[in-house]
Every structure is written in C-alpha cells, then in structure tokens.
C-alpha cells in the first residue's frame, strides 16, 4: 500500500515557526515518525511539501494517480483554495485532512475548511501525533476497501 502525504506553505518552517501554536518539531521529524508508522502498517509513504497553490494541485494530482490515499495539510490554503479542493475531488482517492493546531478552536477564517467536503475525514489539534492518527484511519479505510 502506496499512501501520499502532501504539506502545504510554511509547514516547511515547523520547529521555528510559531511554536506556541505548532510545537517544536519539525517537518523533517514529522516525516521521520509518519515513515516509521507507516513501516509498521506496510505503508509506502511518498512525501511533498510546497509553499505554492498550483504546485500542490500538481501533487495531488501525481500522487493521487500513483497512491491509494492521501493525507493532505494545506495550512492556510485549507480555508481558501477551491483549487485544491477541487484537486482532491479530482483524484477521487481517499484523503485525510490533517492539521497540527484545533483548527476549529481558533479565528473565525481558520475554523471553515473549504476541503472538508472532498476529504473522508478531518484531524485537528494533536500536533504531529494528527498525521500519525490521519495515516491509522486512512489504513483502516484502505485495509477494509
Ligand atoms: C495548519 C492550520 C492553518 O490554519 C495554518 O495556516 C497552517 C497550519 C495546521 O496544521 O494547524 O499553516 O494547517
């Protein structure tokens, strides 16, 4: 089983970048843990990240042709890129929106995710540990398809 994790603008800063609200991880370590989870799920993880819309509309796109699933975290194009929501209908894999921060506790603008109605599911609040649960749910979605 071939699952696609796809990481949207700034996440490649997690560590230094806000860690009040993001934790002091970074996104190479959040990597390391989804890869070591996925190993002892059977799980094949292909990894992108990108601070640019139309470059994530294009990873959607290729992963979603070459994995069974996806996990996306679009940070803040979560709550205005009809593109890439519009990517994840497109490709009609499973995919699970994850976030570090309780997207739903925070600002007005942050609590609306345009995706949610592309995805099979939603993941919020637990830091890096949302990825870790995202890819679990997806598996079992998968393992019972
Ligand atoms: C985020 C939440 C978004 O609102 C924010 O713009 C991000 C990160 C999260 O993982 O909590 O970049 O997606």
Known sequence: MRVGVINGPNLNLLGTREPSLYGGV??????????????????????????????LVNAIQRLGQSCEGLILNAGAYTHTS??????VAAVAVPTVEVHLSNIFGREAARRQT???????????????????????????RLARA
Not at 28 to 47: K, M, N, P, Y
Not at 82 to 87: M, P, Q, V
Not at 124 to 138: D, H
């Open 82 to 87: 009809l593109a890439i929501r519009d990517a």
């Open 114 to 140: 345009v995706l949610a109605d592309a995805v099979i599911g939603v993941i919020a609040g637990f830091g890096s540990t949302s990825y870790l649960l995202g890819l679990r749910a997806l598996y079992s």
């Open 26 to 55: 970074t996104l190479d370590q959040v990597e390391t843990l989804v890869r070591a989870e996925g190993r002892s799920l059977g799980v094949d993880i292909e990894w992108a990240q990108s601070n640019v819309e139309g470059e």
